[in-house]
């Protein structure tokens, strides 16, 4: 069994937490920046502008389907096997309910491979990816307040036959205080090659 950090988003295109430095002064803005969220935080600043200030917004879905085929993993990223997978096909399928009103945004972010085919570049073993991403965020509207957000992911890419399976476990939580620091953070990572 091999145990290792690696970066997630290589595998899906999740937006996955890395780790921080420790005793580092982290800011808000470097979380994110550090975290990979811009599709998240795009996303959720246009779902802010696009909303009454004083209205509240009970559950709100929003579904999105990217393909993945021609998306590629590439050897360096991937520490279980000596070759590119590249998907030959399937979907990344993200669903984001969420609750707002003039103060805070709260919600779920899922991430969930659907179909998801891989093919060895030069060996041709074939692989399937399953899994899923999960966060659940609680943020202020605006640039002041606390903030929560907690995510959990589980991702492998089985191969048939021999070959070998890349399954990677991620846990975090972060608390961060209304002046913009990060008050408490746990995050733990595993990846196994089986």
Known sequence: MMRNSINS?????????TPFLAGA????????????RGFLVAFLAAVV????????????QEQVRVPLEGGVISAETNPCHDENLIHTDGYLHILITYTENQNRISGTALFQPQGAKLVGAESRDQYVGTGMFMETFNE???????????????????GKGNTTDLLIH????????ANGSVSAEINSSSVECR
Request: proline share 5%; no cysteine; net charge positive.
């Open 49 to 60: 502008m696009l909303s009454s200030p004083i209205a509240a917004h009970g559950a709100v």
């Open 9 to 17: 988003r290589a595998v899906f295109g999740t937006p996955m937490s």
């Open 170 to 177: 991620e846990h975090g939580h972060m608390t961060i205080n």
């Open 25 to 36: 002064t982290v800011t808000r803005d470097d979380v994110w920046r550090r975290r990979g």
């Open 140 to 158: 202020p509207v605006g640039a002041d307040g606390a903030a929560v957000i907690t995510f959990v992911s589980n991702f492998r890419i089985i």
